[in-house]
């Protein structure tokens, strides 16, 4: 796999490649650490201007917690954690199930997790979404028990 050609079509604006790109590297992502040394980088893409950038790099950044050996998801958290005020609900619906899969590896920021999670403001969403996203808060914090 040529990862740095891989890891561009994530920001591609051919929304069906970049998807398809995303669920191969999430495939990867759950059998080996190959990805591991781009966690900096996923974080990173919580940046972006664009949407579908931010949770791909989410997703992506959580899964590799399982692999984090040197601190990296630690010292990112907080910083990615930005997700959670997304405009969008779906970025926010996503990012919540993401941390699902980084909590059973991430103990040592539950309490971050927590925090962060508890303090959304969920009434900036349409009432279509409320509901839904107060039941995804509900599961990641039900994981975190």
């Known amino acids: 796999m040529d990862q740095e050609l891989t890891l561009s ?12 790109t995303l669920l191969e590297l999430e495939r990867i992502s759950e059998i080996s650490d190959e990805l591991y040394p781009c966690t900096a980088r996923f ?19 959580c899964k590799q917690a399982r692999w984090d050996t040197e601190g990296v998801i630690d010292q990112h958290m907080d910083a990615a954690l930005a997700i959670l005020n ?3 609900p779906t970025a926010v619906r996503q990012a919540l199930a993401a941390l699902g899969d980084a909590a059973p590896y991430k103990r040592e920021l539950w ?12 009434s900036r969403y349409p009432d279509t979404m409320r509901g839904l996203i107060a039941k995804d808060i509900q599961t990641l914090l039900d994981l975190m028990k």
């Open 9 to 20: 079509l994530l920001q591609d604006r051919n929304t069906k490649q970049a998807y398809g």
């Open 43 to 61: 974080a990173d893409m919580v940046g972006s201007d664009r949407y579908a950038v931010r949770v791909r790099g989410f997703r992506l950044f």
């Open 86 to 88: 997304d405009e969008k």
């Open 111 to 122: 309490d971050m997790i927590r925090d962060r999670v508890r303090n959304m403001d969920c």
